[in-house]
């Protein structure tokens, strides 16, 4: 088995751990190495080739692959090393790793760590649909990646189930190219997504939605024939005296997306069970000091600018941490907790005084106009106050706070309250 | 088919029929299985609880009982010989309330009846201590070590792999639409053309009605008992070493929670009384009764640890029983019938029986030289060697040999390339999705194909050499991308 050492390892070449590996190199780190399991650099990018990607960070208005074109011009440029077709299999809890690839098992022992190992869809044994298992039942993202990368459409009528960003960005694709769409269904009173997929991919071409709705059953013992439509009454059950079969070839999931922890698992790093990520201090440092964790592997984050900007900060606290910079995640480190109306938050975790700005993303837990957002101690001093006009849990919330004062192992807040008027 | 003459014809690659063809391919008669199916496997034989059965709990003095009780030992060697998984996990029966406690002595006597002597009292306490994730309320429970646990697929594949080395024809695809006897021969008509052979077996499981009234048998009707599942992943930790039974009721066995061989968990069946042999489906109703009957034997099962469902069809016979037959009027036909709850356990035992109901007919069976038999060194097989089973080093030098080893296509498995074009390139070897998943564990685990659904259908199509959207989930017309090619101006 061949053995690597170096400084900084990056497992997963996505915009995250390609940003992070930029951040490093641009603190001055220079034996950075990327790991990727696929042919390329680019992660989910490669395959979203709609435009919308870049407008924070570029101010732009980019497909995926130029996006993701231009970070990797940027790894080539400052001749990091990355290693594809290599996909990490072990990671133990003193950071080394173990990656397989065609040419053998190598040992990578790095001094830090960057997790970026972004997320995966959940699937149809996850969401439980009874029915039959034909063909024809695959998630949105997979059938994107057929359509735009090996050029094949899934099939001819399709019904979408979710409208997360995926499933209506296909909706739109499976349009433009000739299919039927014949429904999103959404068990949820309103869109998954981001509004403006909403607009762009559902309204603008007027596929019809099926707001509080679910499918109940999946008819077709080959392929796809039919699915079972059911409305949701006002106590969250399927309501079944008012289903409805709807016709179809091909039933797309798009119902969630689930980090990638496998190997935070292994090397017993904390999660949160909420973001299904690992549990982060205000470096993005997980409690395994060193080891640090950036873009979808953390949480799901909407858009990739966001991604880019953690993988960004997560590349240089780990040189910092190299420098000595950083302290190690701490055993007296306060807690941030989603209070009143907030699904999730991230850092959950804040180690020392933090001096400067200190970044909070943020979901609400529903929709909701005109609120409070407050930021408090335990014994609810308020310490950050904000008004929003609109929030949405579809659309992560970004909050910088200068200067705050953190008792150890005190408890902080965030709560999403009443409207203000 | 290139073949139409030949001594035997199998209809039926389930369990029953692969044993069967496995047990005749080491004698000198050419022997053709044929199945509608796009691989093995068969369909009960596929969807089921994967126990290999003590038989203390069947029917006493019937053939059943004298088959499952006798085939139980049979599995450590031929488990051994096919080089397929097996554990003796052994048995918890757990009694919850008074009425059950009445019922455990019966049990006990119905199992000595059976001469499965091997069965052991529980008091409450001990029944906690061997499996503490059982609910408080017990009262007593039954110890079973021989009841065990296998992979259902890799025993019919093992079976029918030998057997084609051995010589056997194997047609997939090939559903038999009817049999003429002319007093002498029998020619059977498929969707592949028309076989002439001496012998005709009938292991056709849910048809093995449909099958013996082509020759005017009309004494039995078969009916599907549906089973549903739950498979729990081994995410979920859960600290259950032993198949955990319920008291049996007079119907089914009742839903149990066992241990699988690849270290996830099952629960259920359920067991629905239906008519159309087509229901293979899952229910809501049915998902949700297993969840809320398991819970009563171990409160700790979350539905959120679930990955997938299945459903099988159990062949219900009615008259009902095992049925070995033959026919004085249609000397050369054998019916395998009613195999209904436990024909995976039964299955090398009713192979060996069907030889002697072949020999009573009068059929020579002459033991062959030079085959892959059990006289040859154990295993008489090589399985596919799994990646994820080794350690480090011998990983790396697989890669070494094998570069294709180095290529992770499923993770949840961590099933690499060079397993999946493997069982592709077995003969039989797998013509679908649904085949590679069932011999490599692609796409079985918790993504459920999220991740090796990218990879898995390109390897098929090029190593069966056909476009990408001829690639099926199952044979017939189940393909997975429906859509023509899209059209490049
Ligand atoms: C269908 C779709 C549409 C989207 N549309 C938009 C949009 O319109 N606008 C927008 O701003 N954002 C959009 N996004 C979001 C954006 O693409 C993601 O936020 C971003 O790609 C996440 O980056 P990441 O690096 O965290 O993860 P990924 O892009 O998933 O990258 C993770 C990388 O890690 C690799 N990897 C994983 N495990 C291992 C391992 N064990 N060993 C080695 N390598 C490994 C993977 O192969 C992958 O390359 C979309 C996402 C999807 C899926
Ligand atoms: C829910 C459930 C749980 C069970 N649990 C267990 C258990 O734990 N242990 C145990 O030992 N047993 C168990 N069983 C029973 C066991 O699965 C069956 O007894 C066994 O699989 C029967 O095997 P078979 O080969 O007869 O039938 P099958 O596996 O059904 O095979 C019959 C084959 O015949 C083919 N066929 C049918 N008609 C035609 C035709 N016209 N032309 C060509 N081919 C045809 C079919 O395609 C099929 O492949 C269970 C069964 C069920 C349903």
Redesign the interface.
């Known amino acids: 088995?061949r053995k690597i050492e170096c400084e900084l390892a990056i497992a997963g070449g996505g915009p995250a751990g390609m940003a992070s590996a930029i951040g490093a190199a641009d603190m001055g780190l220079s034996d950075i190495i990327v790991i990727e399991?696929d042919d390329h650099l680019g992660g989910i990018l490669n395959q979203c080739i709609h435009n919308g990607f870049g407008l924070h960070f570029f101010n732009e208005d980019l497909t995926g692959p130029e996006y993701a074109e231009r970070f990797i011009s940027e790894i080539k440029r400052r001749f990091i090393k990355y290693l594809l077709?290599t996909?990490v299999?072990?990671l133990k809890d003193d950071k080394c790793l173990?990656a397989?690839?065609?040419?053998?098992?190598v040992e990578i022992k790095p001094r830090a760590l960057v997790l970026a190992m972004g997320c995966?869809?959940?699937?149809?044994?996850?969401t439980?649909i009874?029915?039959?298992?034909?063909?024809?039942v695959?998630?949105a993202?997979?059938a994107q990646?057929?359509?735009n990368i090996?050029?094949?459409?899934?099939?001819?009528e399709i019904i979408i189930l979710g409208s997360g960003d995926i499933g209506m960005i296909m909706a739109r694709r499976l349009h433009l190219?000739g299919?039927v769409v014949k429904g999103v269904v959404e068990i949820g009173n309103f869109a998954g997504g981001l509004t403006r997929n909403y607009v762009q991919c559902i309204e603008d071409y007027d596929i019809p939605l099926y707001l509080g709705h679910t499918i109940?059953?999946?008819?077709g013992?080959?392929?796809v024939e039919a699915v079972e439509i059911t409305p949701i009454n006002a106590d969250g059950i399927p309501d079944s005296s008012k289903k409805f079969i709807e016709t179809c070839?091909?039933l797309l999931l798009s119902v969630g997306l689930i980090p990638e922890n496998?190997l935070s698992?292994q090397a017993n790093i904390l999660l949160d069970p909420i973001t299904g990520g690992p549990l982060l201090d205000q470096y993005f440092q997980t409690s395994l000091s060193g080891v640090f964790a950036a873009g979808n592997v953390a949480q799901v984050f909407d858009l990739v600018d966001h991604v880019s900007d953690s993988g960004k900060k997560a590349g240089e606290n780990a040189a910092l941490y190299l420098r000595g910079e950083i302290p190690p995640w701490g055993k007296e480190t306060a807690s941030v907790i989603p209070g009143e109306g907030v699904r999730c938050v991230m850092p959950q975790k804040l180690t020392e005084n933090c001096q400067g700005k200190l970044n909070f993303y943020l979901r609400a837990s529903t929709h909701r106009r005109m609120v409070l957002l407050d930021f408090s101690a335990s014994d609810n001093r308020i310490i950050y106050s904000e008004k929003i006009n609109i929030v949405r849990p579809p659309e992560m919330i970004n909050i910088a706070i200068e200067n705050v004062d953190i008792t150890p192992s005190g408890k902080y807040y965030f709560t999403i309250k009443e409207e203000y008027l | 088919m290139n073949n139409n003459n030949t001594d035997v014809l199998i209809i039926g690659a389930g369990a029953i029929g692969m044993a069967v063809a496995y047990e005749l391919s080491r004698y000198e008669l050419s022997v053709t299985v044929v199945d509608r199916l796009n691989d093995v496997g068969g369909d009960a034989s596929r969807s089921n609880s994967a126990i290999i059965h003590t038989g203390f709990d069947a029917p006493p003095s019937t053939l059943e009982s004298s088959l499952v009780v006798h085939a139980n030992p049979m599995f450590d060697r031929l488990c051994r010989e096919l080089d397929i998984p097996f554990r003796r996990t052994g048995a918890v029966l757990v009694a919850v309330t008074e009425e059950e406690e009445e019922e455990i002595p019966e049990i006990l006597d119905k199992a000595h009846e059976n001469g499965v002597f091997d069965l052991y009292y529980l008091p409450a306490r001990k029944v906690r201590e061997m499996e503490p994730l059982i609910t408080p309320k017990v009262r007593c429970g039954l110890y079973i070590p021989r009841e065990s646990i296998i992979d259902p697929f890799l025993l019919v594949i093992a079976m029918a792999e030998i057997a084609v080395k051995n010589g056997v024809e194997f047609y997939r695809e090939c559903e038999v639409k009817n049999i003429v006897y002319n007093g002498r021969s029998f020619t059977t008509e498929t969707t592949k053309g028309k076989v002439k052979s001496k012998i005709v077996i009938n292991a056709a499981g849910l048809n093995t009605d449909k099958i013996s009234n082509f020759l005017g048998i009309d004494d039995f009707k078969v009916t599907p008992r549906r089973g549903q599942f739950h498979v729990i992943d081994r995410s979920a930790e859960l600290p259950i070493r032993h198949i955990i039974l319920p008291v049996p009721t007079k119907i089914s066995k009742g839903k149990l929670i066992t241990p699988t061989i690849h270290g996830n968990w099952l629960i259920g069946p359920t067991a629905e009384d239906l008519s159309d042999k087509s229901l293979s489906n899952t229910t809501r109703n049915g998902l949700d009764e297993i969840i809320s009957d398991v819970k009563k034997l171990i409160p700790a099962i979350d539905k959120n640890y679930v990955i997938t469902q299945y459903a099988g069809l159990r062949p219900v016979r009615e008259p009902g029983g095992y049925h070995i037959r033959t026919f004085k009027n249609i000397p050369g036909f054998i019916e395998l019938s009613g195999i209904r709850s436990t024909g995976i356990t039964s299955s090398p035992a009713v192979a060996v029986f069907t030889c002697r109901k072949l020999k009573e007919m009068g059929i020579p069976l002459k033991h062959r030289e030079a085959v892959c038999t059990v006289s040859t060194p154990l295993p008489i097989r090589k399985g596919i060697v799994m990646f994820r089973e080794l350690n480090n080093l011998e990983r790396a030098e697989l890669i070494e040999r094998d570069p294709l080893y180095g290529r992770i296509v499923c993770r949840c498995e961590t099933v690499t390339e060079s397993e999946v074009v493997q069982s592709i390139k077995r003969n039989p070897g797998a013509h679908d999705l649904d085949g590679i998943k069932r011999r490599v564990r692609a796409g079985l685990g918790r993504c459920q194909g999220g991740f090796c659904g990218m990879h898995i259908p390109k390897i098929l199509a090029r190593e069966l050499n056909i476009p990408l959207n001829r690639v099926t989930k199952k044979g017939g017309g189940s393909f997975f991308l429906n859509g023509e090619t899209k059209r490049f101006e």
């Open positions: 088995m399991r077709r996909m299999i072990e173990i397989v690839s065609p040419n053998g098992l995966r869809e959940r699937t149809r044994g996850a439980r009874p029915g039959y298992r034909p063909a024809g695959m998630t993202g997979t990646r057929y359509i090996e050029g094949y459409l899934p099939g001819k190219e299919c109940t059953n999946i008819l013992e080959e392929r070839d091909t496998e698992r």
